[in-house]
């Protein structure tokens, strides 16, 4: 019988997780405390190298405040933009692997907080030119 292995569901599965538990504050510490974990597991959940299971997605959910369906929104949209017609061969999006940084959530939350949107741009203008001196 053939090993199970993780597919690229999992992988958006636990990014999904990953975004979640920084938006709330939470160590993977803390999170696998509650889930009678260690944070390694919370890792390897969270980078889709280990399946989590119904029940445990259940609990996790209770325990981020999320309905278990915040999982799978628009999972099926991700795969296909990932250039998978196979869930199995996804591989994240790259603005998933920035909204799961640390760097990235807190950039993108302080972002949002900018109302004018002339700032907006200004900031936008500034992050392509550094990008760009990087290029070079």
Do not use: C, W
């Not at 019988?1 to 993780?6: A, L, S």
């Not at 597991?41 to 029940?55: L, P």
């Amino acid at each position: 019988m053939p090993k199970k292995q993780t597919t690229g569901v999992d992988s958006q599965i636990g990014m999904r997780l990953r975004v979640r538990r920084m938006l709330v504050g939470m160590s993977q510490e803390k999170l696998g405390e509650q889930l009678g974990l260690t944070f390694q597991q919370v890792q390897k959940y969270e980078k889709g190298t280990n399946r989590i299971s119904a029940s445990r997605l259940f609990q996790t959910a209770h325990i981020l405040g999320v309905r278990i369906e915040y999982f799978f929104e628009g999972i099926h949209e991700e795969l296909r933009l990932a250039g998978s017609h196979a869930a199995e061969d996804a591989t994240p999006l790259p603005v998933m692997d920035f909204l799961s940084s640390a760097e990235g959530l807190q950039l993108s939350q302080a972002f949002m907080r900018i109302k004018d949107p002339k700032v907006r741009k200004r900031l936008l203008d500034l992050a392509k030119s550094l990008a760009a001196e990087q290029d070079d």
